[in-house]
């Protein structure tokens, strides 16, 4: 018999708490009855330890977040109940061996107390993506240790291998286990849900619950990124740790109830799994390789040249030579070049030159690509197998000329504000970043210059190239 006894999807609406819906949580019955039916299940199968997955606790961008105190307690004070309350007791032994199998597999997971969470100006307490479905266990269960655990900006496969590390810390240790995934799917369904719409967010939902249905993990793994990105969902990296949990188990999940009426969407399911003798580990790096390797060749030829150049520095630890097989534009003309790094969407390291300081933009593609994965100071150094899941562009600057307020427009041209030896940069069309105004404060913020005093702009155009276009 398997240590992990169950697995579940459980959404985390707080209103469906009658004390906050007042009424409104009649609206997602079906949702209400389904996360009644897996209390109930739970109180049956008597687990010692309850592992729930969260995305609400204090979230770090390069760990995975383990509370580790002897008790944990929450309350729902943030939706103007202070009522009802949660509690736990954290089952630290299993904490202990789950550590310790992420140090030995280099997965960044840690233990986390009130004194590490104060240094950041957070609380040490469960948040509502655990409360939630502890509120519905608790009404049939209560004598259950609990491991509460807030996933990280990691990639996929290491969200994996740390379910992988879940499951074979419930092994080690013998324990009767049932594990939550918490997680709301889409928040982007229609207008009157919390974010804009996007007619992604149905289409991530409906492909998501159906590959869980199937079991077809690779699936779940190869969705398309901008279906993603679109779909405002909080409960994917939830699911790759649960799927990890799941490995060398044949995933069979049920669907108990799904509902969108507030524009965000709610899965309930349940997992009958069978055991299987494979790991499919190696299957969804060999995905995720070909991905990459299909991603570089349909690039074009300025963020081919960034790869290139990175993937030479963190080879030989030197930068590359200019090859002598470019467009002309690239290794005769000169111009400023950013290159810019996310991982995850999220910015990871960006440096550029608004001015050429090389005899080619090849050269400043070169250069500032391996400095922006190492030198930017608002990041830590990137690491060699990070590379796999950065994604790359280039913005090629025109040169700059004067200007006023009157004529700027933040989608179109990026600005140069400058006062003295003071100089504050910011490219076009980012995220964000939708009014003139505030791309002056932001401009005049990295200068360390008063927005409300007398300075200098600039204006300037960019050809961006992107990874994949």
Do not use: W
Not at 47 to 56: D, G, K, R, W
Not at 58 to 84: H, L, P, V
Not at 321 to 341: I, M, Q, R, T
Request: hydrophobic share 35%; net charge negative; with cysteine.
């Amino acid at each position: 018999m398997e240590n992990i006894l169950k697995y579940y999807l459980m959404p985390h609406p707080p209103l469906i708490i009658p004390t906050i819906g007042k009424g409104q949580e009649k609206t997602i019955q079906n949702t209400i009855d389904a996360c009644n039916k897996i209390g109930k299940e739970i109180g049956n199968l008597k687990p010692e330890t309850v592992v729930i997955i969260t995305p609400h606790g204090t979230m770090f961008s390069d760990a995975i977040a383990i509370s580790n105190e002897e008790y944990i307690r929450g309350d729902f004070g943030q939706f103007r109940d202070f009522d009802t309350q949660i509690e736990g007791t954290i089952d630290k032994e299993f904490n202990e061996g789950l550590i310790n199998i992420c140090e030995r597999e280099n997965i960044s997971a840690a233990g986390v107390d009130s004194n590490l969470l104060r240094r950041f100006n957070r609380d040490y307490e469960l948040d509502h993506g655990a409360m939630i479905p502890m509120y519905f266990i608790n009404k049939y269960y209560k004598d259950y240790k609990i491991v509460h655990i807030t996933y990280a900006a990691l990639s996929d496969i290491e969200l994996y291998k740390f379910g992988m590390a879940i499951k074979e810390s419930a092994k080690n240790l013998n324990k009767k286990i049932v594990f939550i995934a918490s997680g709301d799917l889409s928040h982007r369904l229609s207008e009157e849900g919390p974010y804009e719409y996007s007619p992604e967010g149905s289409k991530f939902d409906k492909a998501l619950l159906e590959n869980l249905q199937s079991g077809n993990v690779l699936n779940v793994f190869n969705m398309d990124k901008y279906a993603v990105q679109c779909a405002g969902e909080c409960g994917l990296r939830s699911v790759f740790i649960m799927l990890g949990a799941m490995d060398k188990e044949k995933v069979n999940g049920e669907l108990l109830s799904y509902e969108g009426p507030f524009g965000v969407g709610y899965g309930v399911m349940t997992f009958n799994n069978e055991l299987k003798d494979d790991s499919i580990l190696e299957s969804l790096i060999n995905m995720k390789r070909e991905k990459l390797n299909k991603k570089i060749l349909s690039s074009n030829p300025y963020v081919k040249l960034a790869r290139e150049s990175l993937n030479h520095y963190y080879s030989s630890g030197t930068l590359m030579a200019k090859p002598s097989n470019l467009l002309k534009e690239l290794s005769e003309e000169k111009g400023g070049v950013f290159v810019s790094l996310k991982k995850f969407n999220n910015l990871r390291g960006c440096i550029g030159t608004f001015l050429p300081t090389t005899d080619s933009i090849a050269e400043e593609i070169i250069t500032n690509a391996v400095q922006a994965a190492t030198q930017d100071p608002r990041f830590t150094r990137v690491e060699e197998d990070e590379l796999i899941d950065i994604d790359i562009s280039v913005d090629v600057l025109e040169r700059p000329h004067k200007t006023t307020k009157e004529d700027l427009d933040p989608k179109k041209y990026g600005i140069i504000v400058s006062q003295g030896y003071k100089r504050g940069l910011l490219l076009p069309d980012l995220e964000d970043v939708d009014t003139i105004e505030e791309q002056i404060q932001i401009a005049c913020d990295k200068a360390g210059i008063d927005s409300n005093g007398d300075y200098e702009i600039e204006r300037f155009q960019v050809t961006r190239y992107k990874e994949g276009d």
